[in-house]
């Protein structure tokens, strides 16, 4: 345990305690992972990359979105240039995110930051994000917070390859028909209703769903970012007409 | 695709995906958001999350579908009610996988 929590008694207390916490909170989120994993390992394979190819992927891209789309188009035979414009808009969401991370991880060096990006995915954004947005400027990036995410980060790895690798190795096992990925989506739902806490999320979390769904039809999955931007707008507008809202009241009385 | 360009594959998106998920954390430090901005972006995961979500409920094969045929809709909802009625992600997962499967083998004829 000194290897990864270090040799300073109270130091090592804070960091362990942090990633264990991490662990704790992603653990539900795990089994939507391993499945989503697994079905990502299987359609690598059944879509032409060999072994060592697919779990190179896995290993280096750490991504379930951009593997997914990239799979279509490399069955297509589609040009290398339009693989990678695909990954570059499937990828929007992370600018977001590594903006929002970016108080909490600034105090670390060039190299540190490549490592803490490269374990970035929506779960663990949307959890750190929802527990520490709330914390003072001076109290971003503190100890804890950083081994949370570092916490997060180990569950959904290690079961995320384990399960990508079976998948890749067993590749034919499972019938399609199934739909054992809509279980990502079932671990979807339960995880965000909760994070819907007052009326301007709300309004975000509606104006987002519906324009996901209007705007499903637009290539490059651009409409999840139309309706991320649109849900931020639809949030914070609420969140300035309820303060408009209470400062009229509060003076008449 | 030939091996080698799945090779280019491989490195292209490893670049592309670590570039971008470093972007800010990088360039943060040149320019910094706006405070208003970063409350914002407090809204982005929910929002993301939910948009995720939608169009794989209520699209099916490219055409809005809000019809008790649609297996993925009736589960989903079926999750949403065991979510906010037991706050169990397994419970959540179990009825909703349970709605899906049967209603994919027993497909209701409207």
Redesign the interface.
């Known amino acids: 345990m000194k290897a990864l929590f270090g040799s300073r008694p109270e130091l090592a207390r804070v960091r362990r305690e942090g990633f264990g916490r991490g662990i704790r909170t992603v653990a539900p989120l795990l089994i939507g992972t391993g499945i989503w994993g697994l079905v990502t390992g299987v359609a690598m394979v059944k879509v032409g990359l060999t072994t060592t190819q697919a779990i190179a992927m896995t290993l280096l891209v750490f991504s379930g979105t951009v593997q997914l789309a990239s799979l279509p188009l490399i069955a297509a035979d589609a040009p290398l240039w339009v693989v990678m414009l695909t990954a570059v808009v499937v990828n929007l969401r992370f600018v977001i995110f590594s903006a929002g991370l970016h108080p909490f991880f600034r105090r670390f060096s060039i190299a540190r930051r490549w490592l803490l990006s490269y374990f970035m995915v929506d779960m663990s954004f949307a959890m750190f994000l929802s527990r520490f947005a709330d914390a003072p400027r001076d109290q971003r990036g503190t100890t804890e917070q950083v081994w949370f995410f570092l916490g997060m980060s180990a569950g959904s790895w290690v079961v995320w390859q384990t399960m990508s690798i079976i998948g890749i190795v067993l590749a034919a096992g499972v019938p399609a028909e199934w739909g054992l990925e809509f279980t990502a989506i079932l671990a979807l739902i339960a995880m965000t209703l909760p994070l819907i806490a007052g009326k301007p999320a709300l309004v975000g979390a509606v104006t987002a769903g519906v324009i996901a769904v209007v705007a499903a039809g637009l290539p490059l999955k651009l409409g999840l970012l139309v309706a991320v931007v649109a849900g931020i707008a639809a949030a914070m507008a609420t969140e300035i007409m309820l303060e408009r809202h209470a400062n009229e009241t509060g003076g008449t009385t | 695709?030939s091996?080698v360009?799945?090779?280019?594959?491989?490195?292209?998106?490893?670049l592309?995906?670590?570039l971008?998920?470093?972007?800010?954390?990088?360039l943060?430090?040149y320019f910094p958001?706006p405070e208003r901005?970063?409350?914002?972006?407090?809204?982005?995961?929910?929002?993301?999350?939910?948009?995720?979500?939608?169009?794989?409920?209520?699209?099916t094969q490219?055409a809005?579908d809000l019809s008790i045929t649609n297996p993925?809709l009736v589960?989903?909802l079926a999750?949403?009610v065991?979510?906010?009625t037991t706050?169990?992600?397994?419970a959540?997962?179990a009825i909703?996988?349970l709605t899906?499967?049967l209603l994919?083998l027993l497909p209701v004829t409207a």
């Open positions: 695709m091996n360009e799945i090779w280019l594959v491989v490195v292209g998106l490893t592309v995906t670590i971008m998920r470093s972007s800010f954390l990088m943060g430090d958001l901005v970063q409350h914002g972006l407090r809204y982005a995961p929910v929002c993301a999350l939910v948009a995720l979500v939608t169009p794989e409920l209520f699209v490219g809005f993925k589960a989903g999750a949403v065991v979510t906010l706050r169990s992600m397994i959540a997962m909703g996988m899906f499967t994919r």
